[in-house]
């Protein structure tokens, strides 16, 4: 089974900064099956990105995903005070599988 | 808007049972695949199973103890764990996949569960 592998598990960043989240996974999957997903505490994940690089509905252009392969990366380019939460990449193969979160608090 | 709306909180002995509802409104029902996805406190999302517009559903692990069923009638889908142990203990969402598929676009606002003595 596919494991995925957030990096880093905190970063600790000021507004204004620009965040890079990696989601590494243990074998090849297809970037149509890869998306991304922001939780607020006390709130449900919110879809951000899917298919590695679309944003969702309503997301800001300042979050943009990329990669391919096993190698994914979710870039918040100015980071905003709402933007502080937790992160969860989230892939597809014979079942689905998400990473283990990375943390995005302010510095 | 779309909407996912849960039952509300449930507190249960080790070795009961569950269930979970989660109605659905503001679109066609039978036309998307419905997952339940559990969160135990402070961890990450665990994928449970998908129940499918067919009502055929696929369940990880869980040896043989979740259930998922579906009512078109009312546009709301079930999840139902039995033999509950502390383990169990999580906040459990219902999440609807979209059209083209294989991630998660809509949530409900979650059901926490507590498994005590």
């Known amino acids: 089974e596919i494991v995925l592998t957030q990096s880093p598990g905190t970063l600790s960043l000021s507004p204004g900064e620009r965040a890079t989240l990696s989601c590494r996974a243990s074998q090849s999957v297809s970037s149509t099956y890869l998306a991304w997903y922001q939780q607020k505490p006390g709130q449900a994940p919110r879809l951000i990105i899917h298919?590695?690089?679309s944003r969702a509905t309503g997301i800001p252009d300042r979050f943009s995903g990329s990669g391919s392969g096993t190698d994914f990366t979710l870039t918040i380019s100015r980071l905003e005070p709402e933007d502080f939460a937790v992160y969860y990449c989230?892939?597809?193969?014979?079942?689905?599988?998400f990473g283990q979160g990375t943390k995005l608090e302010i510095k | 808007q779309v909407q996912l709306v849960q039952s509300g909180a449930e507190v249960k002995k080790p070795g009961a049972s569950v269930k979970v509802s989660c109605k659905a409104s503001?679109?066609?029902?039978?036309?998307?695949?419905m997952h339940w996805v559990r969160q135990a406190p402070g961890q990450g999302l665990e994928w449970m199973g998908i129940i499918r517009p067919s009502g055929d559903s696929t369940i990880q692990m869980f040896q043989g103890r979740l259930t998922m069923t579906r009512d078109t009638s009312t546009s709301t889908v079930y999840m139902e764990l039995s033999s509950l142990r502390s383990e169990d203990t999580a906040l459990y969402y219902c999440a609807r996949e979209p059209t083209l598929g294989y991630n998660f676009d809509q949530w409900g606002q979650g059901t926490l569960v507590t498994v005590s003595s």
């Open positions: 503001a679109y066609t029902f039978t036309n998307y695949n």
């Open positions: 989230q892939q597809y193969g014979s079942s689905y599988i």
């Open positions: 298919g590695a690089s």
